[in-house]
T-cell receptor
Framework: DAKTTQPPSMDCAEGRAANLPCNHS???????VYWYRQIHSQGPQYIIH???NNETNEMASLIITEDRKSSTLILPHATLRDTAVYYC??????????FGTGTSLTVIP | DGGITQSPKYLFRKEGQNVTLSCEQN?????MYWYRQDPGQGLRLIYY???????QKGDIAEGYSVSREKKESFPLTVTSAQKNPTAFYLC????????????FGPGTRLLVL
């Protein structure tokens, strides 16, 4: 499975959009991009995933570039409860996930 | 409520003892997984099982053992051979189909005294 690169930390003002980038330049054509988040000392929570097209659900939007080498997770109106570590994962099977160190997002009041 | 339960939330063990961590799911998922997380690090896969009575080693299986006698249960034993067992252990499950998401339990924090 392809590996990913994420910034170690980001800040976002409450109520503003949080845009979390992820590079996955070695992604292959049949690999999906997943996003999870982990609030301190809890199990990771699934957010969204996609293959080629942009995706949106009640939690977030996922924007995948046309060449699929990078993606951005967008939390449209960040709240304090969105403070967490966000993991970008690329996988073919969907059942062998490689969790890197992720991006620690802090939402500031 | 459907979900994944892990017990206990905190577990203490004396050095040299084996300890078993429980993971139960009532989501009717075929696949189950065990991960380990150390402070400030991401999750690392220990073992996974795609179906009852079958399981595969993950990236850091040494010092651990599992069983999958029932679909809903996937206990993890941390043996005395695991040199640094103090960590946060997370169990997950998913339908055994490609591109399905994994759902995680609340975790068990193991502390070796």
């Amino acid at each position: 499975d392809a590996k990913t690169t994420q910034p170690p930390s980001m800040d976002c003002a409450e109520g503003r959009a949080a845009n979390l980038p992820c590079n996955h330049s070695t992604i292959s054509g049949n690999e999906y991009v997943y996003w999870y988040r982990q609030i301190h000392s809890q199990g990771p929570q699934y957010i969204i995933h996609g293959l080629k097209n942009n995706e949106t659900n009640e939690m977030a939007s996922l924007i995948i570039t046309e060449d699929r080498k990078s993606s951005t997770l967008i939390l449209p109106h960040a709240t304090l409860r969105d403070t967490a570590v966000y993991y970008c994962i690329v996988t073919y099977t969907g059942n062998q996930f490689y969790f890197g160190t992720g991006t620690s997002l802090t939402v500031i009041p | 409520d459907g979900g994944i339960t892990q017990s206990p939330k905190y577990l203490f063990r004396k050095e040299g003892q084996n300890v078993t961590l429980s993971c139960e799911q009532n989501l009717n998922h075929d696949a189950m997984y065990w991960y380990r997380q150390d402070p400030g690090q991401g999750l690392r896969l220990i073992y996974y099982s795609q179906i009852v009575n079958d399981f595969q080693k993950g990236d850091i299986a040494e010092g651990y053992s599992v069983s999958r006698e029932k679909k809903e249960s996937f206990p993890l034993t941390v043996t005395s051979a695991q040199k640094n067992p103090t960590a946060f252990y997370l169990c997950a499950s998913s339908p055994a189909r490609r591109a399905e998401t994994q759902y995680f339990g609340p975790g068990t924090r193991l502390l070796v005294l």
